[in-house]
């Protein structure tokens, strides 16, 4: 298995810009999240997928971020504007859905996005 | 709401020295509980989980977790460490109403000296 899988894994652009983050899950996995890592705010969580429905968009910082997922292997983030405060790394990560409420379900992160915004 | 706290934010420590990672969640009920390793420019990895059975996990590379519910904790140790260890380390709970949700500590960076 390939793991999950982001694209582009580098991106540099400039304020104002539009920027799309593209995120493919590991296969049969139900559940995706989009993560923000930076130095000061650590790992934030933004947006949690089941079945490729959003069900916790409560970390989404702003309306200028969007995220899709619009089948069961593919997810976007979008930010538009973007803007320099942007700049982090961002992950995703899959997970397989539990046969049971509250069974054991681990995150498998992709290799992330660095996006840098100038 | 269900916060993870990890104490220590910096840890440097020299080769062959004990480690001990702390890790405290706020939850009562029942939890899944995992740590993650983040090596310099690369993405987060399992390193042990734990979801029932015995209290004391083995997870890779020597590092093992003790899960104590009465101190709502789960330190991460390892006896001897070396300089590829140095890496940031990460704590995350889910509790059973969180769906697949989990909830990360702030991290904990390790520097191991040669």
């Known amino acids: 298995d390939a793991g999950v899988i982001q694209s582009p894994r580098h991106e540099v652009t400039e304020m104002g810009q539009e920027v799309t983050l593209r995120c493919k899950p590991i296969?049969?996995?139900?559940?995706l999240f989009w993560y923000r890592q930076t130095m000061m705010r650590g790992l934030e969580l933004l947006i949690y997928f089941n079945n490729n429905v959003p069900i916790d968009d409560s970390g989404m910082p702003e309306d200028r971020f969007s995220a899709k997922m619009p089948n069961a292997s593919f997810s976007t983030l979008k930010i538009q504007p973007s803007e320099p405060r942007d700049s982090a790394v961002y992950f995703c990560a899959s997970s397989p859905t539990a046969g049971t409420p509250g069974g054991p379900s681990e995150q498998y992160f992709g290799p992330g996005t660095r996006l840098t915004v100038t | 709401a269900q916060s993870v706290s990890q104490h220590n934010h910096h840890v440097i420590l020299s080769e062959a020295a004990s480690l001990e990672l702390g890790c405290n969640y706020s939850?009562?009920?029942?939890?899944?509980l995992f740590w993650y390793v983040q090596y310099p420019g690369q993405h987060l990895q399992l390193l042990l989980k734990y979801f029932s059975g015995d209290p004391l996990v083995k997870g890779i590379k020597g590092f093992e977790a003790e899960f104590i519910k009465s101190k709502f904790s789960f330190n991460l140790r390892k006896p001897s460490v070396q300089w590829s260890d140095t890496a940031e380390y990460f704590c995350a709970v889910k509790h059973n109403n969180a769906g697949n949700m989990l909830t990360f500590g702030g991290g904990t960076r390790l520097m191991v000296k040669p």
């Open positions: 939850y009562g009920g029942t939890v899944n």
């Open positions: 296969s049969g996995h139900n559940s």
